[in-house]
C-alpha cells in the first residue's frame, strides 16, 4: 500500500511540476500547486524537494528567470517589462535573483550579448513597420458601410 501512496504522490508532483511550467508566468501559490497534485501544502513540498532537490518556490523562480534570461537574449524590451512579463512583482528583487543565479544584474548580462535587432532575419524597415505598435483609438475599420 505505501508504494501506492508514492507512486500517487510523485503522479501529483509531475502534474504540479507541468503547471509551473506552463503557467510560470501567473501568481502561482505553494497550496496551488499542493492542490493540482492532490496533496496537502507540507507533504507536497517534501515531496516536490525529495523529487526536484529545490523547493516548490526555488523551482518556479528558477524557470522565471530562465524566461527572463531568454527574453533578454532575444528582445529589446525593458527589464521592468521583462519582469513583469515572467510573473515577478518586484524589480528590485527580479534583479537580486538575476544576480544571484546568472552572477551579474539583468543589464550587464544584456549589454554582455549581442544586440537582439542581429537575430532578425528580415531588412530593418520591414520588421520595424510590422513591429510598430498599432494606434487601436480610432476604429476605422469597425465602422459600418453606407448602404
Do not use: W
Not at 523529487?51 to 537574449?73: D, K, N, S, W
Not at 532575444?74 to 552572477?103: N, Q
Not at 551579474?104 to 505598435?133: D, E, F, H
Request: hydrophobic share 40%; with cysteine; net charge positive.
Amino acid at each position: 500500500m505505501n508504494s501506492v501512496a508514492n507512486l500517487h504522490a510523485a503522479a501529483g508532483v509531475l502534474r504540479a511540476k507541468d503547471l509551473a511550467d506552463a503557467r510560470y508566468f501567473e501568481r502561482l501559490t505553494v497550496a496551488e500547486l499542493a492542490r493540482a497534485s492532490h496533496l496537502s501544502p507540507g507533504h507536497f513540498s517534501r515531496a516536490f524537494r525529495d523529487a526536484f532537490g529545490e523547493t516548490p518556490h526555488q523551482y518556479l523562480l528558477t524557470r522565471r528567470l530562465e524566461r527572463a534570461a531568454a527574453l533578454l537574449r532575444t528582445t529589446d524590451r525593458s527589464i521592468s517589462e521583462i519582469c513583469f512579463a515572467v510573473g515577478l512583482s518586484s524589480v528590485g528583487s527580479f534583479t537580486t535573483s538575476f544576480r544571484r543565479i546568472y552572477g551579474m544584474p539583468p543589464m550587464v548580462y544584456r549589454q554582455s550579448l549581442p544586440s537582439a535587432a542581429g537575430y532578425v532575419r528580415i531588412p530593418v524597415c520591414v520588421a520595424r513597420a510590422y513591429g510598430r505598435r498599432r494606434n487601436r483609438s480610432f476604429r476605422e475599420d469597425d465602422a459600418p458601410t453606407a448602404p
